[in-house]
């Protein structure tokens, strides 16, 4: 009977010490189908984290594309209403063409006129800027006079031809230079003169007019196409042309010559030249 129920009691405990160990094992099942699950929706969630990031990426990448193309398609947009012709060097083999007109002119202050019974007109986006090179240098009790700015190609014949009939064709090749001509016909050329001096002569190179412009014309856009030894034309103190005030600043920087710069790095200034 003790043998008996020690044996009951021996079974009792197996079959209770079975069905636990069961137990453990299914739980150890369960949790392990419930962490691989978990670890299965982890890695779900960062696949779906990750393609959402590619996702974002892309739409970034694609906006900036977009916004790249607008700024492209408005680079070009200002580029084709500029004119080409503004930053060209003209020379003996280039230059404007004789119908060429300046797409806008405005009449220059008589205040500033060395001849105020002279009009005298200049590209009207170029007009700002010399207005406030003019005030500027008054203001630092300089006195600087438009004696020309823009000339139509049938003025400038003229004045050449004056020259020609007093001088004979060679010295009228030097006085008037079939350069200096076309970069006046452009509109954002002007010729400089101070009270008391000739205009247009050799004099103006010892004045504060012209020392005042070689150390700040550059501010304001304009550089001095024909410097003293320059290979290209005769030494013009009074001659200034406007290419904007990136370019002139550079040139300034530089100690480098309109004309002696490369046109294909000129030309990358064009965009910018008004601004
Ligand atoms: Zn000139």
Do not use: C
């Not at 890695?43 to 906006?63: F, I, M, P, S, Y």
């Not at 290209?232 to 370019?247: K, M, S």
């Amino acid at each position: 009977m003790t043998l008996a129920y020690g044996g009951y009691q021996y079974r009792q405990s197996h079959l209770e010490n079975i069905s636990l160990g069961e137990k453990v094992t299914e739980l150890e099942e369960s949790l392990r189908l419930s962490e691989e699950n978990l670890a299965s929706a982890e890695t779900e969630k960062a696949q779906l984290a990750d393609q959402l990031n590619a996702e974002k990426a892309r739409v970034d990448a694609l906006g900036e594309q977009v916004g790249e193309i607008s700024d492209t398609v408005g680079d070009l947009d200002k580029l084709s209403k500029l004119d080409p012709e503004l930053l060209q060097k003209y020379s003996k083999v280039y230059f404007l063409n004789e119908h060429y007109v300046p797409s806008r002119l405005a009449s220059i202050d008589s205040e500033y006129l060395y001849n105020e019974a002279s009009s005298q007109q200049i590209h009207a986006s170029v007009w700002p800027f010399l207005e406030d090179l003019l005030q500027d240098a008054a203001n630092d009790d300089v006195t600087l006079m438009i004696i020309s700015g823009y000339r139509s190609f049938g003025a400038q014949a003229s004045i050449k031809s004056n020259y020609s009939v007093t001088y004979g064709s060679g010295t009228a090749n030097q006085f008037s230079a079939d350069q200096g001509y076309s970069e006046h016909q452009l509109g954002t050329t002007v010729d400089f003169g101070t009270p008391g001096v000739s205009p247009t002569t050799l004099e103006f190179q010892n004045t504060d007019a012209y020392r005042w412009l070689l150390d700040n014309a550059h501010k304001y856009g304009f550089v001095l196409s024909y410097p003293a030894g320059n290979t290209y034309y005769i030494f013009e103190p009074w001659h200034w042309r406007f290419v904007g005030t990136d370019l002139a600043r550079d040139l300034h920087q530089d100690e480098k010559n309109f004309y002696d710069a490369e046109q294909r790095e000129i030309d990358t200034y064009l965009l910018n030249i008004f601004d």
